[in-house]
């Protein structure tokens, strides 16, 4: 799943691409590289970030939907909007990735339903604006999981069949360094729900904590490790903004494991 970001404020590649033309070539660039999906995001998800108006959002985002689809990429909209959601998947989008898991907009996963469509449910303590401050969990694993096979029964309750839908730990998304690591340690369990589970390490944070601050750019070698990591204990859905390497990297893990 490669990362196509229509934001100024992203923790990483922000303002790069805000202009319809120069993000959708980006998004071809990242499907050329061998993504799968791209996915598609008007809103920053980064600790702190502030919501982006409705109008604004549909203004960055459906332009560069438009343009993927019509060149038969497989399109992801990213945002907790119904009504953003709505127009993207009118204009050609076919997953839609809620980072609120529906909590935010919960007529979201009827949507869905009614749409046919694919869906991602990712756990965040809060909002963005509150998730990392202090962050605590008794056991993170136990309660990720516990949050994700209630939000996948909502789902399934709310009419998505559950072969439609993924499930993201929420990696960075109101956790320490420990509690993303510990995830990673024990991401089986979250794989052993039984859904598809999508892992988001890229350029994080607690990458470059662990590599003696590194900055976003300089985050590569913690992604590709992530990633294989996460490749190993079960992931299916790798979301990454240099696809190129991760790719290969994956591949090369994925000759080695037995299933």
């Given at each position: 799943m490669g990362i196509v970001n229509v934001t100024p404020d992203s923790f990483s590649d922000a303002g790069l691409f805000l202009e319809p033309d120069a993000a959708a070539e980006h998004g071809v660039a990242l499907a050329n590289q061998g993504a799968a999906i791209l996915d598609v995001g008007g809103e920053s998800t980064r600790p702190g970030a502030a919501p982006v108006p409705e109008e604004e959002e549909l203004r960055r985002v459906l332009p560069v939907v438009e343009r993927l689809a019509a060149l038969d990429h497989v399109v992801s909209i990213d945002t907790t909007k119904v009504a953003v959601a709505r127009r993207a998947l009118d204009a050609g989008a076919t997953i839609v990735n809620d980072v609120s898991a529906f909590r935010f907009?919960?007529?979201?996963?009827?949507?869905?339903?009614?749409?046919?469509?694919?869906?991602?449910?990712?756990?965040?303590?809060?909002?963005?604006?509150?998730?990392?401050?202090?962050?605590?969990y008794e056991d993170v694993v136990s309660e990720v999981k516990s949050f994700l096979e209630e939000r996948l029964r909502f789902a399934v309750d709310e009419g998505i069949p559950e072969e439609r839908v993924w499930l993201d730990p929420g990696i960075g998304f109101g956790k320490t360094v420990e509690h993303n690591l510990e995830l990673l340690r024990r991401l089986d369990e979250i794989v052993a729900i039984g859904r598809p589970v999508v892992i988001g390490t890229s350029r994080k944070s607690f990458l470059g904590k662990l590599t003696g601050g590194k900055p976003e750019s300089k985050r590569l070698p913690g992604t590709i490790a992530t990633n294989v990591l996460a490749l190993e204990r079960g992931a299916s859905v790798f979301r990454v903004h240099d696809v190129a390497p991760v790719l290969d990297a994956l591949r090369i893990a994925a000759a080695t494991v037995t299933r």
């Open positions: 907009e919960p007529a979201m996963a009827g949507l869905v339903a009614e749409r046919g469509a694919r869906c991602c449910v990712m756990h965040m303590l809060g909002d963005p604006r509150t998730m990392q401050e202090n962050p605590r």
